[in-house]
């Protein structure tokens, strides 16, 4: 909930604003937002590739065409038909939270004797909306004979506490017929949709978020309708707006997660549900509440209570049984390893195993780490035949004389060993240098590029310690390869956001996603604005605001960084214009990469955009950050003299004044020189600041200083001190968009330079 609600929540509950007010207030905002996202999902998403353009991927796989056309043509039907099948929950999710926002909305408005019809009715429709998409959300699977019953009886548990605990917890008294009946069927659903989050939330997290928002939703929904049974005073209203926020919200983040397709794992098991801890601790806490409050138990609460107990205790047979077998199956397993494998096997090349028969040889260990280790081919090259032989010796030789080295695919292999993680990160560093020593093959050598992920092993469930390995093992392959990478939380995080960008980034700039925020450059004597730097913007519906330092990586990796440059161009080339027009002399400088640059029509492109828009040449400066600049020199260099011979301005950005950025400075073309505060600091043993070394080579060489990252008054004075022309930073003005910098333009007189 944001700070807005809880104000307006508090507010309500100190009678500061009227009941029923404070509750739709509390809960607009976040209803609003999530019916937003959920309408976003369920609209028309981006296109799907056709069976024409999958066919070629399918035909260099050694496929036919007519065999690559079906394949290709059954794959897209399913993914069409998937992407309708989650738009169609997104709608279905939409109008419940829809639904159940106006019922908390229309309090106000409504006459005391009809709150609680009105109430009633928004939870009857909330529930069967509910209950329509969640039956229909992707990837559902039909429950087993033996995982039916244990969900029934871990539903009767916790339903039979949660029907208790309302017991304890209503007012003494008679109670009203609908809240027995509402508060009753309340917690049957309660205890279905939250075994049902917690037993999918490994094979179908966004479903299981999905079940949990449903089951916040119609909890506060139930509270409502009993509150006005009761005739509670409305400061008590407003309590319901928590969990109908979190429950919305919720629902719109589960909703985005099946989006993607999501499919229940076939290596996944479904999470353990705390059968005994749950049921039992809420009807402890519930009695120990109405102990202290009432003072005594009724009869019927004493029945009520000892009916928690059977099946609480079936649970637990339930368990035990299910435990029985699972030694069974672990014994089994251990000896049918131990005749494929045979005795000498861990001294021998590495074993044919699926990944199946890899977490039947994991299961039972308490200790120890899986490595997964992925070989790829450098420049293009595939490793095969006698390359991949010698890999695999390698690292068989490599490994200990108790490790289980075995092979998963065609370049994937794994290495089961029980050492502990010190000792696992440094034979993962072994293996790395081991493999990556160059092949000898006829014609020359072949070089392979390593990735190895780990994962501990601590007597948790076999699959998931697989699925983080090979999470680490990807995460190794996006940071470059050649690094060995260890499994933690925030690097899963880490992945599954760089998914999002990747599926969401696609098709980014035909719907008028991206944007672009101005900061202005100023001249350090008077502080009047000379200029601006464009700056890129995502406005992601499903992701929020992603900056470029997240953004462009992802587009390089996709082939979409050209896309972007056009579009950014464009976009500042337009702005330079309209504030042209106004009589506004300023430069507007765009950020390009190295890539940009390398493209053969990059500066044709440029002049392009320049006399579209009627754009005088020195008007626009291109940025390039000087670290990358050196792994292509040479093309960079012959790009920007192309751009200056046009009148385009060329500034070098993050200048590092190192002692090879410093040599190369006379071979690139540039007019400003743009370097970070970190040189305006005193110079060390009283010598000067590097800033002014830096000033004074820039002045032999005729080329401007802009200090970027200005972010206090003291480094704006060091810079004009040290002869610095131009400066940028948030001290003197931050970035905003198009119509917040005009506005800022107006309070200067002229911003011609």
């Not at 069409?80 to 639904?99: E, F, G, K, P, Q």
């Not at 109908?244 to 909703?255: E, R, Y």
């Not at 120890?368 to 991949?388: I, K, R, S, T, W």
Request: overall charge positive; some cysteine; charged content about 20%.
């Amino acid at each position: 909930m944001s700070l807005t609600g809880a104000a307006f929540l508090l507010a309500g509950v100190a009678g500061a604003l009227p009941g029923p007010a404070a509750a739709a207030l509390a809960v607009a905002g976040g209803f609003a937002l999530a019916c937003v996202r959920l309408a976003w999902l369920a609209g028309p998403g981006p296109q799907q590739p056709g069976p024409q353009q999958a066919v070629t991927f399918r035909c260099h796989a050694g496929e036919t065409t007519d065999t690559a056309l079906a394949h290709a043509a059954t794959t897209t039907g399913r993914r069409a038909r998937r992407a309708a099948l989650s738009r169609r929950v997104a709608a279905i999710l939409d109008s419940a939270v829809l639904v159940a926002g106006l019922t908390v909305a229309v309090l106000p408005l409504s006459d005391a004797a009809y709150r609680l019809p009105v109430a009633l009715a928004g939870l009857c429709l909330t529930g069967a909306l509910h209950v329509t998409a969640l039956l229909r959300l992707p990837g559902r699977s039909r429950l087993s004979g033996p995982e039916l019953v244990r969900r029934t009886v871990d539903v009767l548990a916790l339903g039979v506490s949660l029907v208790f605990a309302g017991w304890m917890l209503l007012p003494g008294g008679p109670v009203p017929a609908v809240a027995g009946v509402v508060a009753a069927g309340g917690a049957v659903v309660l205890a279905v949709l939250a075994v049902a989050a917690v037993a999918e939330r490994r094979r179908r997290p966004g479903a299981a978020r999905c079940h949990a928002g449903a089951a916040l939703t119609l909890g506060g929904l139930t509270l409502l309708v009993v509150l006005l049974a009761y005739g509670a005073p409305d400061r008590a209203l407003p309590l319901v707006a928590a969990p109908l926020v979190a429950g919305a919200l919720l629902t719109a983040a589960g909703a985005r997660r099946t989006s993607g397709g999501e499919r229940p794992g076939r290596d996944v098991a479904p999470a353990a549900w705390p059968r005994l801890t749950a049921p039992a601790g809420i009807a402890a806490l519930a009695a120990g509440i109405h102990l202290g409050t009432a003072g005594e138990f009724s009869t019927a609460a004493m029945a009520l209570g000892l009916a928690v107990i059977p099946p609480i205790m079936a649970g637990e047979l339930l368990a035990a049984a299910d435990q029985r077998r699972r030694v069974q199956r672990l014994a089994a397993r251990e000896a049918w390893l131990r005749r494929r494998l045979g005795p000498d096997a861990r001294a021998a090349e590495p074993v044919p195993l699926t990944r199946a028969e890899l977490v039947r040889a994991m299961a039972g260990r308490s200790g120890g780490a899986l490595l997964v280790v992925d070989l790829h081919g450098v420049g293009g090259a595939v490793p095969e035949g006698p390359v991949l032989t010698e890999a695999a010796r390698r690292l068989r030789a490599g490994s200990g004389t108790h490790d289980l080295v075995a092979r998963l695919g065609d370049t994937e292999y794994v290495v089961l060993t029980d050492a502990g993680p010190v000792l696992a990160y440094a034979l993962g560093l072994r293996l790395l240098a081991a493999l990556a020593e160059p092949y000898p093959r006829p014609g020359g050598v072949l070089r392979l590029a390593v990735s190895v992920g780990l994962a501990e092993i601590g007597g948790g469930d076999p699959e998931d310690v697989l699925r983080q390995a090979d999470l680490a093992r990807r995460r190794a392959v996006q940071l470059g390869r050649d690094r060995v990478e260890w499994y933690d939380a925030y690097l899963e995080e880490q992945l599954v956001r760089r998914l999002d960008l990747e599926r969401e980034l696609p098709g980014a700039v035909a719907r008028g996603e991206l944007d672009l925020v101005y900061q202005p450059v100023v001249a350090l004597a008077d502080r009047m604005p000379v200029g601006t730097e464009a700056l890129l913007r995502w406005r992601s519906p499903a992701l929020g605001t992603v900056l470029p330092a997240e953004l462009l990586p992802v587009a390089a990796d996709l082939d979409l960084t050209g896309e972007i440059g056009r579009w950014v161009l464009d976009r500042a080339c337009r702005q330079l214009a309209a504030w042209s027009e106004g009589g506004r002399e300023l430069w507007m400088a765009v950020n390009v990469t190295p890539r940009e640059l390398a493209a053969p029509d990059f500066v044709a492109r440029t002049a392009t955009a320049l006399a579209a828009y009627g754009v005088v040449p020195e008007r626009l400066v291109v940025e390039v950050a000087e670290p990358v600049v050196g792994g292509e020199l040479s093309t960079v260099v012959a790009r920007l003299a192309g751009l200056r011979s046009i009148g385009v301005r060329i500034a070098l950005d993050d200048f590092r004044a190192e002692h090879a950025s410093l040599a190369q400075l006379r071979r690139l073309p540039i007019d400003l020189l743009k370097v970070g505060p970190h040189l305006v600091g005193p110079g060390g043993d009283g010598q000067r600041p590097l800033i002014d070394v830096v000033a004074n080579l820039a002045d032999r060489l005729g080329v401007e200083l802009v200090v970027e990252e200005l972010e206090s008054e003291g480094q704006v004075a060091g810079a004009r001190r040290a002869g610095c022309r131009y400066g940028q930073g948030f001290a003197l003005a931050r970035p905003a968009t198009a119509e917040r910098v005009e506005a800022w333009f107006e309070e200067y007189p002229s911003t011609a330079r």
